[in-house]
DNA sequence: CATGAATGAGTATTCATTCAT
DNA sequence: TATGAATGAATACTCATTCAT
């Protein structure tokens, strides 16, 4: 008897996802040309073979995962807090108390981590930013924030959420700085 | 004879040379998986074959850059600022002033990005923060320095160096923060 | 009981046949490298496991082909045309119309291509030309066949079939020669 | 002391024409499919890395060798016999002549049945015949050629020697047929 | 029986390394 | 020494075959 349609989807829904949610990891702490599909198809516990039913060439799935970390990176709860009647300073709070405790998330590090580095490859775009930075003129204006070109303020706070993304990446026991510590990037003493 | 002997030594001294200053850039770009000997040599403007005759191998040559990014990173004068008669917020100002002025130089960038991408994965001892640590806890003393674990901030301090130093080997006009900037992470305002 | 036994045995028998049937002109068009289980399995509109449920490999089901191209080309017609009490000339002729119109039938002309595939690569035996020398012969004794070796010319016809045969497996509008056309290569003016 | 640039170019173009010349051959016989890397390689004599350096791909590879057999199967020879002010007749059997005579040069034979079988897929285009087209209507005029629709009879006669073609590639002793064999089935009696 | 997802041996392709010139 | 063509071990990718459903 057949396998029913969508019990097969299903199958091939989970399976990719699989292969998805691991490869995240190993190749945000490998790279690309560090990623060996033998040791990766190893890692996520099947045959190399699958790999290729799901994704077209190990480029292919980078692409892939790569997709997805724009969705980490560009995260919905930024925006709308963004957007919240909120003086800027309590706005740098909550967004640092949400990335510390985030990052905790081993995916989502990755995530931050693969993201970063492909803007820094020019391979993606900075309006990924200008959240932050609308943040940081309200807060110049409030008086909350250091002066200083807001561009720069904001490479230089998601510079460090990337550097304990990374971090965190390698070493299960980081010595993680606190919320308060990445607010102070921006926030006036 | 022996003036062309010499002739000779140091033809071999400027291509060993020429070969170790181009490939630091490129490793710490492309990491030791992503560096191809081809593309490298080709970058370089030698035969690949060259390549061993001054290296016993592709990982011989990546060790020997790692050799000099432990020189660059393990700067005697950051040593020797440690030791001078002078207030812990002086020898960070002075150091921040030093570190931002030489992440302009690409080699020393990529020292910096190396050294600290070996220390991340395990490979480089951390006595390298030594120096800082000392530094910061002299400054708490004296209270110009934030309070908080020594080790922290010293890894804070120089991940935010890494972090322009990775900046600056992608992007050519990076927008680099002010040696105060770097200071402030650690100076109480 | 009984009865569905039966019906079964008869479902298996046109499962297999339908999987004999489209694999000859598959496995005649593209060859046994050339030709995917994959593909194949589409082809038949059936699923990749199912025909090793009839067949227990890619290579026992060519064998297969390969029996049915045997039976094919080894026609009984052919060898009962033979013994008929006719003149050479009016056995190349109905051997010839015989041919033409069977060269319609896509599996008939994919078994000659296969059959005659197998016989270049010297697999086949070259028994099968058996009975075209003997009629061969006699033509040539009743003075209505061209004179020559007789294998030499029953090869030259039977290689003109293949080739019409080939050319129909690819095209559907071939411009087939005659049965004339082919009578004409063994027959004196 | 590097090698002298034409030596090495030389020694490109030597290699590479060592590839193609023994490949003809090795895929004329097994086919796209039907030939591995490896297997041709040794038949060549050269690594199979050394393969790459000249060909992308398998793929380009084959195309290069199809390519060849363009230039073997559009012969010069045959579009100038067809502007000489000849008989048709005489025409038909200096190109039979040349034919049959070349098909003893296994390259020859195997750009022939490389290009029909290009052909036969469609995948190259059929001006080809037209030279023979031309001799055969100069000669239905002159009253030498068999009746017929030209393009049939011109495919007719180029499939025999397609077919023999094939035969040499895969036996050494094939019993060929004459120049004149091929030449009546264009000439009547 | 039939299915198609999963497997892994087999094949294509790359790349660090060697070596004749 | 320096070169770059050649090598073959390592790696990416395919496809005949299996097996749980």
């Known amino acids: 008897m057949p396998k029913s349609q969508e019990r097969c989807q ?16 190993y190749f945000a702490r490998n790279g690309f040309a560090g990623t060996k599909i033998s040791d990766l198809s190893k890692h996520i516990g099947i045959a190399q073979g699958t790999i290729y039913i799901y994704f077209k060439s190990k480029e ?38 949400y990335l510390i405790k985030s990052l905790k ?11 970063t580095q492909r803007l820094l490859e020019g391979e993606a775009d900075q309006s990924f930013y200008g959240t932050t930075e609308k943040i940081i ?18 490479e230089f706070y998601w510079g460090v959420v990337y550097l304990y993304a990374v971090k965190s990446l390698y070493t299960s026991d980081v010595v993680m ?7 102070r990037i921006l926030l006036e003493d």
Chains 1, 2, 3, 4 share one sequence.
Not at 10 to 25: A, D, P, Q, V, Y
Not at 68 to 74: L, Q, T
Not at 105 to 115: M, R, T
């Open 10 to 25: 299903e199958i091939r829904e989970e399976t990719r996802n699989l292969i998805i949610r691991k490869s995240i990891l």
């Open 60 to 97: 292919d799935l980078y692409a892939e995962i790569f997709a997805i970390s724009d969705k980490i990176a560009s995260n919905d709860k930024l925006s709308m807090l963004a957007e919240l009647p909120l003086p800027a300073g309590q706005k740098i709070k909550k967004m640092s108390d």
């Open 105 to 115: 998330d081993e995916n989502f590090a990755a995530g931050i981590a693969l993201y």
């Open 137 to 154: 003129k309200q807060g110049q204006k409030e008086g909350s924030v250091v002066s200083g070109n807001s561009r720069k303020l904001s």
């Open 177 to 183: 700085i606190t919320s308060d510590d990445l607010s």
